[in-house]
């Protein structure tokens, strides 16, 4: 029997837009919006309490949020905790944010920054050796920018820098439309092209190792775009593996890939006889917009356009679980079910213990949000 989650908690109407990205620190679960807010959600919420109750509303940008990263860590030689988060706007600027010490009263801007213009996707390397830690963000001219990302804390006054000192393009400019970075001591990075290609590079050398290309045709109207954009890119807790998501017409292809050999390892479809889909060989009926792993890397998880939720057994290939969701998931019932639009944006694992509630001590959890404007939490079944 398959991995079954249950609904713990949702926000309804949790912005004013369609929801584009989220992330989970150990304190907080991150929303972020192309109404231009970033939303942090306390994960220790007591039992009488709603989400809304104790959610921090930050205003970022008019233009709106499309992209979001966040880098925790407790600082070498101190006991100072910085959380730091990057949020890309719709102008091509970057706002970071941080607090210390899972204070969200701290919360403060970094300022002076050399990120101004044509920013997309963003990322962060926290070395598990602790000697130099990385900012990287691809932009509109076809580079991605490498920088050493540099937190000196003193007491608990935080200076953040950041220094570059590389940039990977591909020979060819092509728009680089997804970034995946490794948690690993190997230090690598995946990017994702609109020609297809994904390129596994060396952080340190800025050195293209591999190139995982599409299957699909180029679109002949369109030089240097495929109909197989890479949309997103993630890998393994361990960095063994890298998962990658590809549009294939309307539907949503995902395969897996060695990083260590650069082979195709698998991918993950629906059968072709299932009666959840009408199409055989892909993961989703529509694009897939969000993957994240479990903790242990056993699991993947990918949702998308088809508004449902995929669990994956990554040893086997095979599907364990399917979450759909719906507007009347939500606890707001003024939305129209005629116009639902449920489509999943985004998802994270939340590692156990993370959570407050039944369960949130042994159980993983799991985040989606979406374009109806919530935000839902589930846990996994059992052991609670």
């Known amino acids: 029997m398959g991995k079954q989650y249950i609904a713990t908690g949702n926000a309804p109407q949790a912005h004013k837009s369609d929801i584009l990205g989220v992330e989970i620190t150990a304190r907080y679960t991150i929303t972020a919006s192309s109404d ?16 809304n109750d104790t959610v921090n509303r930050q205003f970022i940008n008019k ?14 030689d101190s006991t100072v905790k910085v959380v730091l988060v990057a949020l890309v706007c719709f102008d091509g600027s970057i706002t970071f944010q941080y607090f210390i010490n899972d204070d969200i009263s701290t919360i403060k801007v970094v300022e002076g920054h050399p990120f101004k213009s044509h920013c997309w996707a963003p990322g962060f390397h926290k070395d598990p050796e602790s000697k130099q830690d990385y900012f990287l963000i691809t932009q509109a001219t076809g580079a991605t920018l490498v920088n050493h990302l540099n937190i000196v804390a003193k007491d608990e006054d935080v200076t953040i820098s950041f220094e570059k000192v590389g940039e990977m393009t591909p020979k060819k400019s092509v728009f680089p439309n997804s970034l995946a970075v490794s948690p690993a001591t190997d230090k690598k990075v995946a990017i994702g092209y609109v020609n297809g290609d994904v390129y596994l590079y060396d952080l340190i050398l800025f050195k293209a190792l591999y190139t995982f ?6 679109l002949t109207n369109k030089p240097g775009k495929s109909s197989a954009i890479p949309r997103v890119l993630k890998f393994s807790p361990g960095g063994k593996l890298l998962a990658v998501a590809r549009d294939s017409q309307s539907s949503g ?15 993950l479809a629906m059968p072709s006889h299932s009666t959840s889909t009408s199409i055989g060989g892909f993961a989703h009926n529509g694009w897939i917009m969000g993957l994240s792993f479990d903790s242990t890397g056993e699991t993947l998880a990918s949702c998308g356009f088809d508004r449902c939720v995929r669990i994956w057994n990554v ?5 364990e679980a399917t979450i759909g969701l719906s507007i009347t998931d939500l606890e707001d019932t003024e939305h129209d079910e005629m116009m639902d639009k449920s489509i999943a944006s985004g998802l994270a694992f939340i590692k156990p213990g993370l959570r407050a509630g039944p369960g949130g001590d042994n159980n993983e959890g799991l985040c989606v949000v979406s374009f109806d404007r919530g935000v839902r939490w589930f846990r ?4 609670v």
């Open 63 to 76: 233009t709106g949020i499309h992209h979001i990263s966040s880098y925790e860590n407790i600082l070498p």
């Open 380 to 383: 996994e079944a059992g052991g």
């Open 253 to 267: 292809a995902l395969t897996l890939y060695d990083v260590q050999y650069g082979e195709n390892v698998g991918n």
């Open 315 to 319: 040893e086997t290939r095979e599907r």
């Open 36 to 51: 231009g807010y970033a939303n942090y959600w306390d994960n220790q919420l007591r039992e009488n309490q709603s989400p």
């Open 213 to 218: 290309q599409s299957t699909e045709l180029q």
